[in-house]
């Protein structure tokens, strides 16, 4: 499971560079996904419920397009406790 979820982490990160904006991985993610010897520690090896991903704030408009064209959509939920709307 973990490395489908590396793997999408992956695609996300080319499709954003192939539209000019740079993301990079944070998180427990991040470190399975760069560190050789993650893949061998047992508490790296699961599934995660989300995936981090950091980007420039003057990419904002272009990283939210870009997560919409890739077929993600966003929680109405969360974007009302940021104070903001989608």
Known sequence: MIEKDATLNRR???SGEEAGIRLRALGGLAV???CASAVRH???KRSYADIDLAGL???GPR???L????GYKPDQRSM???GKRA
């Open 12 to 14: 996300i990160i080319r």
């Open 32 to 34: 399975y996904m760069t």
């Open 42 to 44: 047992p508490r790296l």
């Open 57 to 59: 704030e003057k990419d």
């Open 63 to 65: 990283i939210g397009k």
């Open 67 to 70: 997560f919409l064209q890739l």
């Open 80 to 82: 009302r406790c940021m």
